[in-house]
């Protein structure tokens, strides 16, 4: 494993985080608290673990279905933190699922069937889900397990809920804004990726008004206010990519690991001007999407 370069948030390792994982159940990591929620494809788990402690059976502080549980046969693909009427959950998505867990009990709330191609997945105000699916090319609005709806978007791979301007951001061949109207998806406005219609990850910033955009190309900032994208980094096939709490953006390092898939990482990456890149490494993961633990008020 490579090593750590650890400066800052050792307390929160060393406290918080030790405490949380010697208990059984989980009942509350706070969002300020150093920890990577990762859609785990080694063991198909979703898996919240602290970056700073390096022995993996100790790093994990929650995972969907338990360590002691049989495993699902569906691969994840994302996971977010979500909060709803003040509880947290974890929406999960899932090649042909995407489930609703609380996160304190991991009582499983909804439970949805999907596309075999869903990448990601985003939950309405009113508690609707709705799904990203590539290679179908579809948007599916999730009414029941039973009643959804299909909105064809080509290559789709991103989704985020914006609170304040009332609508969903979609991201496929290119960014869609897309507001949800008496239980209606509606396409408002769409604008053309830089580079490639290649979108492969779409999430906000912790405060700023605009989204972390990937293709196979790069990485971009949209700004919401201008509707202008911004290139922060030229890297490619990235995967997914968060804030963490210090301003840094950090993503799931592209790289190829013998016997993974190429889409697979088991690490994640800071971007720095200065070139003082940081690591945090899980060996034996195979994540697809991987973020820092936080409240997304952008969006709950």
């Not at 009643?147 to 789709?156: K, M, Q, T």
């Amino acid at each position: 494993m490579k090593s750590l370069n650890i400066v800052i948030l050792v307390l929160l390792s060393t406290g918080v985080l030790a405490d949380i994982s010697n208990q059984a159940d989980t009942l509350e990591v706070p969002p300020e608290t150093l920890a990577v929620l990762c859609a785990d494809q080694a063991d198909n788990r979703i898996r919240l673990f602290d970056p700073l402690t390096l022995d993996n059976d100790k790093s994990t502080l929650w995972c969907y279905p338990r360590e002691d549980e049989k495993q699902l046969h569906y691969r994840p693909t994302d996971a977010k933190r979500i909060e709803i009427n003040g509880v947290v959950h974890v929406l999960a998505a899932y090649h042909g699922r995407v489930r609703l867990i609380r996160f304190s009990d991991q009582q499983l709330i909804k439970d949805y069937p999907t596309y075999s191609s869903c990448h990601s997945a985003e939950i309405l105000p009113d508690g609707t889900i709705v799904s990203v699916n590539s290679n179908h090319g579809m948007l599916r609005l999730h009414r029941s397990e039973d009643e959804f709806f299909d909105l064809e978007l080509p290559y789709a791979h991103g989704v985020t809920w914006d609170k304040k301007r009332e609508c969903l951001w979609v991201l496929g061949d290119l960014l869609y804004r897309i507001h949800y109207i008496d239980g209606r998806l509606v396409v408002n406005k769409k604008f053309k990726l830089p580079l490639s219609p290649t979108g492969h990850d779409l999430f906000p910033l912790r405060k700023e008004t605009k989204l972390l955009v990937s293709n196979n190309d790069a990485l971009f900032l949209f700004d919401i206010a201008t509707e202008e994208f911004e290139m922060i980094s030229q890297m490619k096939g990235i995967k997914s990519a968060s804030q963490n709490i210090d301003g840094t953006i950090w993503v799931s390092e592209p790289k190829n690991i013998e016997g993974a898939q190429e889409w697979q990482s088991d690490a994640l990456i800071s971007l720095s001007e200065n070139g003082n890149m940081k690591r945090y490494t899980r060996e034996h993961s195979r994540f697809y999407k991987a973020r820092f633990w936080q409240k997304v008020s952008f969006s709950y």
